[in-house]
């Protein structure tokens, strides 16, 4: 299954095997060094702890590079008035006439419990490209469905905390 990003997901990614590579792994070869350099192995937990860090920082890296060579790039671009990606959507339940708020994003992104919804999920699949006033009917499956009225969308691109959530 090939990983939906953005290019703006890439070059995050980019950045931060860029950043493992040349600060965190330095960093880490010299915490075993000094580790190693402390005596006995069988009984030395720094040394332990450090080469854990520093496999976990080298796993991090080939998760990453992994990722970019199998995803499959979407293209984030939408006119300012209608529902795209990073784009935040307000939209009123048309059942009991609530307002809830998303962000539209990559699979890759997605955190339902932080109003991060996938562009494969059902409500974000039906939402895009429709504009303000637009009433959508959201079909969950085959069963059951919903209708909404988009009140509001802003364009609001990724948070800081968007951008350096690990994907």
Known sequence: MN???TKKDIEDMEAEIRHRKVVVRPELL??????RAQGDLSENFEYYAAKREKNKNESRIRYLERMIKTARV???ASSDDEVGMNKTVTLRMEDDGSLETYKIVTTMRKDS???LIS???PLGKQLLGHKVGDRVTIKVDNNFSYDVTIEKIENTGLSEEDTIRSF
Do not use: C, F, P
């Open 3 to 5: 990983n939906e990003l």
């Open 30 to 35: 010299e915490h075993v060094k000094e580790a």
């Open 74 to 76: 979407v293209d984030d």
């Open 113 to 115: 419990l932080k109003g």
């Open 119 to 121: 562009i494969e999920s």
